[in-house]
């Protein structure tokens, strides 16, 4: 199965921006895939998603400040976060469902503070 890897994700100032980058191991043209993150002591949360064909839809707390993005090519999904907020402080994971089950990354921090 496509193995997935998060990256880029660190310490930011509330108002600042970050990339994070979901490499996958394989192909990736025939998945759906998504963004979830997990705050500490809450459940996780759908952030994003993007279809094979480039359709995109977001959670209603990131609406209109964060954009996910596919290249097929390098087989690697983005999640562009700007005006970040502490509340956005979460693990955050890459996500696909191979058709038997739900394929998750390591998960990548971003913590968001003055």
């Known amino acids: 199965q496509v193995q997935l890897v998060e990256s880029g994700g660190g310490f930011v100032q509330p108002g600042g921006s970050l990339r994070l980058s979901c490499t996958a191991s394989?192909?990736?043209?025939?998945?759906?895939m998504n963004w979830y993150r997990q705050a500490p002591g809450k459940e996780r949360e759908l952030v994003a998603k993007?279809?094979?064909?480039?359709?995109?839809n977001y959670g209603n707390s990131v609406r209109g400040r964060f954009a996910v993005s596919r290249d097929n090519v390098k087989n690697t999904v983005y999640l562009q976060m700007n005006s970040l907020k502490p509340e956005d402080t979460a693990v955050y994971y890459c996500?696909?469902?191979?058709?038997?089950?739900?394929?998750w990354g390591q998960g990548t921090l971003v913590t968001v503070s003055s």
């Open positions: 993007i279809s094979t064909g480039g359709t995109t």
């Open positions: 394989g192909s990736i043209f025939n998945f759906n």
């Open positions: 996500n696909y469902y191979n058709g038997f089950r739900n394929i």
